[in-house]
């Protein structure tokens, strides 16, 4: 369906992230190696990335920047400029592979933002958009209004949002949205939520691993080279993790 990243660490450019590994998300848009629905991830990508602290005095500004675009990676001739020219300690990126009957638009494409967070949906909700109807029950009219595109992907982050904002807690919030979700044709239901100083992630139904640096943390859907390390995350898992170190607990 989608393939994503997220990274905390010391500050490194973008394209570190995005372009240079052999098996980048750059390369996965068009060759993903380990994605089980769907060939290509062509209908858009997007980056997130959390600036350096303010400086002293002035006030600190907590929303990340984004990136996004409906095309594929490879067809955005800005993207290598601007990715070489960015750094950040705190990035979540995804390339994407539309499902039919959903919105073709940028604001389909991850990551979502709100406040300090950032997300990403890799996966589907089975016979949309009827079995939405339970989700967004969940939800006061305003905020489906509001949402950035009719697709499963920007209900999901909706029902997420809500509960952060009466949770900050990410883990439990991915949690509480993969238990709404899995019964009402959540087949597949891998997230990636970050404030820029943690990484929650599901693993449910779609491939999901980490590498662990010293002071830096990876996590994505596939391994971007080959170099050892990589750690599967078992199917139905919920991940939190910082820099340098991660924890998994069973869903």
């Known amino acids: 369906m989608c393939r994503h990243l997220a990274y905390l660490g010391p500050r490194v450019r973008l394209s570190d992230l995005l372009l240079d590994p052999p098996h980048s998300l750059l390369r996965q848009s068009w060759e993903p190696r380990r994605q089980r629905y769907g060939r290509m991830n062509a209908d858009g990508f997007g980056v997130g990335w959390y600036a350096d602290a303010a400086p002293e005095g002035e006030p600190e500004e907590l929303a990340p920047a984004r990136y996004r675009r409906e095309l594929p990676m490879w067809a955005d001739a800005n993207l290598p400029s601007i990715a070489r020219t960015i750094r950040s300690g705190a990035v979540l990126a995804a390339v994407r592979s539309a499902t039919d009957g959903m919105a073709h638009s940028e604001?389909?494409?991850?990551?979502?933002?709100?406040?300090?967070?950032?997300?990403?949906?890799?996966?589907?909700?089975?016979?949309?958009?009827?079995?939405?109807?339970?989700?967004?029950?969940?939800?006061?009219?305003?905020?489906?209004?509001?949402?950035?595109?009719?697709?499963?992907?920007?209900?999901?982050?909706?029902?997420?949002?809500?509960?952060?904002?009466?949770?900050?807690?990410?883990?439990?919030?991915?949690?509480?949205?993969?238990?709404?979700?899995?019964?009402?044709?959540?087949?597949?239901?891998?997230?990636?939520?970050?404030?820029?100083?943690?990484?929650?992630?599901?693993?449910?139904?779609?491939?999901?691993c980490y590498l662990v640096g010293e002071r830096s943390v990876v996590v994505a859907s596939e391994p971007h080279d080959d170099e050892p390390g990589w750690i599967d995350v078992p199917d139905r898992s919920l991940l939190l993790a910082t820099a340098g170190d991660v924890a998994l607990t069973p869903l």
Request: no cysteine; glycine share 6%; aromatic share 6%.
């Open 107 to 208: 604001g389909a494409v991850a990551p979502f933002a709100s406040g300090p967070w950032l997300f990403s949906h890799n996966g589907r909700i089975a016979d949309w958009p009827d079995s939405a109807a339970p989700l967004a029950a969940q939800l006061p009219a305003a905020d489906l209004v509001a949402l950035d595109a009719a697709s499963d992907s920007a209900l999901l982050w909706a029902l997420t949002r809500a509960r952060l904002e009466k949770d900050p807690s990410l883990a439990a919030a991915l949690a509480a949205v993969v238990e709404l979700a899995a019964p009402v044709g959540g087949r597949r239901l891998n997230f990636l939520l970050t404030d820029g100083a943690a990484v929650a992630a599901t693993a449910w139904g779609d491939t999901l």
